[in-house]
């Protein structure tokens, strides 16, 4: 039987390997699901355009946070990476959280592995330790109060000036924000090998070919990218500085997912997207291979069956849950 068959290749493959009948509509069937399961459809800006579509609530970490906290759906669907889904579970231990592929992980999170950071921790007991949400629970377990880069600044500012930080896992985050808040904070050394890779010298020759654009920045692109930024942002910040800017040309140095959105709240104005230092898939923007995992055929197979499900360990998840509504409570 296929349900059988597909249950035992879901770890490996990360979702449930089932075929989908050809004449179906997916959306269709996707918005029949949704409504007899009572489920809300989450979703991140790198999802790709026809996932975003679909969603009932679009966002940031931190929005996709506030709203995995509020919402009153028996099921949450998360067309995200892992950590996200899993810190919707954190915030709702008795719903269902499905993440349709449950390989769509994040390369920043897996830069700190609990058993190294717990110990690295040891070694500075009079530090507060402050965590990016791009992190396991395990490591939220492992942390005073959560941010992600819509709030970290406010939350770095919010630590008396007497307290020494260890902020995680993201060097260039933590870099940039040493810089805004004159904070000495101890870094972990971790990075997200999605903004690592825009090109210094190609976004220069984009701003020659475009001089009136203004070149914008996620925080966790290296230093020398960020130092040629007009604005710096999160995702959710990078929108609105498209939105409300009067500049009619943007170089947007963040995963190419956000693009479609940009170009739905900001009609008419040209978005650029950066280019990596190797362009291999040939569209000369950056992707996220972990968010793109997400597919509509695994949405609606997950759907379908309620299934990969994220589960979190309870004694792990009301230690992290600490961390993650300190951080709410300050946002
Ligand atoms: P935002 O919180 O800015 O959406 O960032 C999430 C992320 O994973 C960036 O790579
Ligand atoms: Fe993680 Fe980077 Fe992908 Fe964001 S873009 S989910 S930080 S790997």
Known sequence: MDLKKAMETLP?????????????DLVDEINRLRKEKNVVILAHYYQVPEIQDIADYVGDSLGLAQAASKTEADIILFAGVHFMAET?????????????DLLAGCSLAESAPADKFENFKKQHPDHIVVSYVNTSAAIKALTDIVCTSSNAEKIINSIPKDKKIIFAPDKNLGAYLIKKTGRDMLLWDGTCEVHEQFSLDKILKLKEAHPEAKIIAHPESRDYI???????????????YVQESDAKAFIVATESGILHKMAQVAP????????????????????????????????????QYEMPEVQV???????????????????
């Open 313 to 331: 360990e309870e004694t792990l998840r009301k230690k992290a849950l600490v961390s993650i509504e300190r951080m709410l409570e300050l946002s």
């Open 88 to 100: 919707a579970k954190i915030l709702n231990p008795s719903k269902k959280v499905l993440l349709p």
């Open 12 to 24: 490996e493959k990360g979702y449930l390997d089932i075929p989908i009948p050809k004449d179906i």
């Open 226 to 240: 960020l130092n040629i930024a007009d604005y710096i942002g999160s995702t959710s910040g990078l929108l609105k």
């Open 268 to 303: 008419g104005k040209i978005l650029i997207p950066a280019p990596p230092e190797n362009d291999d898939n040939s569209c000369a923007c950056t992707k996220c291979p972990y968010m793109k995992r997400n597919t509509l055929e695994k949405i609606y197979l997950a759907l």
